[in-house]
């Protein structure tokens, strides 16, 4: 059974009038224009492949109805429906919108991990492991820099 997010049915996580990018849409930038656009620590996440302090995103504490998107591209990745609190030290979720993600293996640390991406425009945004909540049982590890959060209600 498939318990990713369908992209078709995000609305109700959206602000009224708030349109996403089309996921299909590819961005492909060299290093330097990354950097012109992002600040350094998010270029270090995204395109480096940094790893953030644990506890230091304010978004471990987001509780409100939204979308967390690409900090890169602004696509949708996850829904506030599949954020839980992992006690990992970073925002986790445990199952992304349909399609909008990557994998490949990383060999960095002794014990390969699975890593993934924004399908988008290919930005790092953590590693996903087997030790979460149903109905999946995956953890969606995130660095809090790679993730910008949309509320459905604006303020």
Sequence with gaps: MNHETDPRELGEFLPPGEELPDPDERIER???????????????VLREEATERPGSSELNH??????FVCAGCGA??????????SGSGWPSF???IEG?????????LMVPRTEYH?????????HVFDD???PTGLRFCNNGLALRFVPADPE
């Design 30 to 44: 060299n290093p330097q224009e990354w950097a012109r656009i992002l600040p350094p620590d998010t270029y270090r």
């Design 62 to 67: 987001e509780k409100r109805r939204g979308l």
């Design 76 to 85: 949708a990745l996850f829904t506030s429906a599949t954020k839980y609190e």
């Design 94 to 96: 445990y199952a992304p």
């Design 100 to 108: 909008a993600l990557g994998t490949s293996t990383d060999h960095k």
């Design 118 to 126: 924004c399908r988008r425009c290919g930005g790092h945004q953590g």
């Design 132 to 134: 979460g909540p149903a």
